[in-house]
């Protein structure tokens, strides 16, 4: 998988060698399922709002979530769940006050794994 931003995104689909493979899937198009929802794609490749370009290998496990337990008392010390919710009672029974919460941590477990790309 690679992102890119709007600047390299240009030079990658004004590049002949794209130009010349989307000419080549645009013959084959009539034989396909119609792709118009999903935009120009080429090679799994996803547009981002940067001007870098990344390519990420298809390690498993290489970007990994884990969650945090939630900041109430008796959520203390156990492994962290991906959501939590709490409720309490409003003063004098006239309703419920409700809160929920996600502590996600998002971490690339082999950063090496990723290469940034340059423009030609």
């Known amino acids: 998988m690679a992102v890119y931003g709007r600047g390299f995104w240009g030079a990658f689909t004004g590049h002949k060698s794209t130009t010349d493979a989307w000419g080549r899937y645009q013959d084959g198009q009539f034989l396909r399922t119609d792709m118009r929802p999903m935009g120009f794609q080429f090679g799994s490749v996803e547009f981002i709002g940067s001007d870098d ?10 970007l990994v979530t884990q969650y945090a337990p939630a900041d109430y008392m008796d959520t203390v010390n156990p492994i962290g769940q991906k959501f939590y919710a709490s409720q309490e009672p409003q003063p004098h029974n006239k309703g419920v006050d409700l809160e929920s ?20």
């Open 53 to 62: 370009a990344y390519l990420i290998s298809g390690v498993d496990g290489l």
């Open 101 to 120: 919460q996600s502590n996600p941590l998002s971490i690339c477990s082999r950063p090496r794994a990723i290469i940034k790309l340059g423009r030609a």
